[in-house]
């Protein structure tokens, strides 16, 4: 079955440090690809997302490009504010054949 | 717009009773999906609802049950409920025919003591 496993945290950087959350899958079909953000306290929400292969999802600064050769979908931001700590999952959604499957989530910590 | 609402928003039951969770997806949305999030791992997915019927489920034993309603509202059932339970439970909506982005509620905390 479809499977997505995310980089272990937790992580913790220093503000304005490059940031890159591994995420690689196993599919059938074509689903597409996200990232979800839970803030302390706070629901899920969406970051970005993308749709087919080679498609790139940015949002905040983050960015995160749907890679077929590689089944990846890794999390990069150039530079992480205290604010950007949170918890993230990577998820993978094929609407049509009603699956969703999500990472066990990624505890990001930014220190300034 | 309002957003997916969940009621209740704790819920605390013992060993062997049985839970009712509810989910109000956003308007115009049709498909309902819940997961279940146990403490320090990630979500589990749990029941698909679309259109009314049941789509899909995960690989949870069947005392977890549901419904969606008319109005696509839907109720997450869980019966004869074990201290393994104890999770939040996320609710999430989308309208399939625009995209795949899911919009979740707030959760529904469960205990069982």
């Known amino acids: 079955g479809d499977s997505v496993t995310q980089m272990e945290g937790p992580v913790t950087l220093s503000e304005e440090a490059f940031l890159t959350i591994n995420c690689t899958y196993t599919?059938?079909?074509?689903?597409?690809l996200f990232w979800y953000v839970q803030y302390p306290g706070e629901g899920l929400q969406l970051l970005l997302k993308?749709?087919?292969?080679?498609d790139k999802g940015s949002n905040k600064g983050f960015e995160a490009t749907y890679r077929k050769e590689t089944t990846s979908f890794h999390l990069e931001k150039g530079s992480v504010q205290v604010s950007d700590s949170a918890v993230y999952f990577c998820?993978?959604?094929?609407?049509?054949?009603?699956?969703?499957?999500f990472g066990d989530g990624t505890t990001l910590t930014v220190k300034p | 717009e309002a957003g997916v609402t969940q009621s209740p928003t704790h819920l605390i039951k013992t060993r062997g009773q049985q839970a009712t969770l509810r989910c109000s997806p956003i308007?115009?949305?049709?498909?309902v999906y819940w997961y279940q999030q146990a403490l320090g791992l990630g979500l589990q997915f749990l029941l698909w609802?679309?259109?009314?019927?049941?789509?899909n489920r995960g690989n949870f034993p069947p005392r977890f049950s549901g419904r969606q309603f008319p109005n696509y509202s839907s109720e997450l059932n869980v019966n004869a409920l074990e201290l393994e339970d104890s999770a939040l439970y996320l609710c999430?909506?989308?309208?399939?025919?625009?995209?795949?982005?899911?919009?979740f509620g707030p959760g529904t905390r469960l205990t069982v003591l």
């Open positions: 998820a993978l959604i094929d609407t049509n054949a009603g699956k969703s499957t």
């Open positions: 599919a059938t079909g074509y689903p597409s």
């Open positions: 993308a749709t087919k292969a080679d």
């Open positions: 308007s115009g949305h049709t498909s």
């Open positions: 609802y679309d259109e009314g019927e049941e789509r």
């Open positions: 999430a909506s989308l309208r399939r025919a625009i995209n795949n982005e899911q919009f």
